[in-house]
């Protein structure tokens, strides 16, 4: 069973930065599977805005987050990233990473994952 815990959210400041980091806590190898990367804002339903396939040759990403957002993964310390550049105030959100099936297809529908993170808060606040 995968056991996801993010990290590295917080407060920004409009333009800044954040990198979002998804370790799996139960010692399986995350490259076996897809990541997901969603958010649900308040009051907003929970979109899904990034993702990478297990063997890393698949990725997808939402328009909003487009030419600001990378995902990226580090299979030596079997962590995915999610690193925010450019940060807008619509970003706040609570973020989520999730595990989906490997191999080389990756999506932005919930309902593709089956293992989730607790979320980590980021705000984008001056």
């Known amino acids: 069973q995968v056991h996801l815990v993010e990290s590295g959210g917080g407060l920004a400041q409009p333009g800044g930065s954040l990198r979002l980091s998804c370790a799996d806590a139960?010692?399986?190898?995350?490259?076996?599977?897809?990541i997901g990367w969603f958010r649900q804002a308040p009051g907003k339903k929970r979109e899904g805005i990034f993702c990478?396939?297990?063997?890393?040759?698949?990725?997808w990403y939402a328009d909003s987050v487009s030419g600001r957002f990378i995902v990226s993964r580090d299979n030596a310390k079997n962590t995915a990233y999610l690193q925010m550049n450019n940060l807008k105030s619509e970003d706040t959100a609570i973020y989520y990473c999730?595990?989906?099936?490997?191999?080389?297809?990756?999506?932005?529908?919930?309902?593709?994952?089956?293992?989730w993170g607790q979320g980590t808060q980021v705000t984008v606040s001056s």
């Open positions: 999730a595990a989906g099936r490997g191999g080389d297809y990756c999506s932005g529908y919930g309902s593709d994952y089956r293992n």
């Open positions: 139960s010692g399986l190898t995350l490259s076996d599977y897809a």
């Open positions: 990478i396939s297990g063997n890393g040759a698949a990725t």
